[in-house]
């Protein structure tokens, strides 16, 4: 069963810090681009940063996390990561990673419906 696996979600406080992992127990991330997505309760689910596959060095980021976030990736590891600063309350959704082929043209890059597997999510609450 092809499938992600989120890990590294829980509850911080504004201003703090969270580092979210993303690795695939049965199949190698390395051909894949990989994009980061979020979801708060009643709202949709968003494209929050990119990174292409490891042919590419290409990275992209909504404007509401841009400058808090980075995405990166180790396929030695297997694992893409996504460090993320100076958290806010509106950060506080389930944050899912997913795979993308890497032919696909890069400009929607923010379009779930792009994305082929996807992990089960993991919970990030940013509350004092």
């Known amino acids: 069963q092809v499938h992600l696996v989120e890990s590294g979600g829980g509850l911080v406080q504004p201003g703090g810090s969270l580092r979210l992992s993303c690795t695939a127990p049965?199949?190698?991330?390395?051909?894949?681009?990989i994009g980061w997505f979020r979801q708060a309760p009643g709202k949709e689910r968003e494209g929050i940063a990119f990174?292409?596959?490891?042919?590419?060095?290409?990275?992209y980021y909504t404007d509401s996390v841009q400058g808090r976030f980075t995405i990166s990736r180790s396929d030695a590891k297997n694992t893409v990561y996504l460090q993320m600063n100076s958290l806010k309350p509106e950060d506080t959704a389930v944050y899912y990673c997913?795979?993308?082929?890497?032919?696909?043209?890069?400009?929607?890059?923010?379009?779930?419906?792009?994305?082929?597997?996807w992990g089960q999510g993991t919970q990030v609450t940013v509350s004092s």
């Open positions: 997913a795979t993308r082929n890497p032919i696909l043209f890069e400009t929607t890059w923010y379009m779930p419906t792009t994305y082929d597997h």
């Open positions: 049965t199949f190698s991330l390395d051909y894949y681009a």
């Open positions: 990174i292409s596959n490891s042919d590419g060095t290409t990275s």
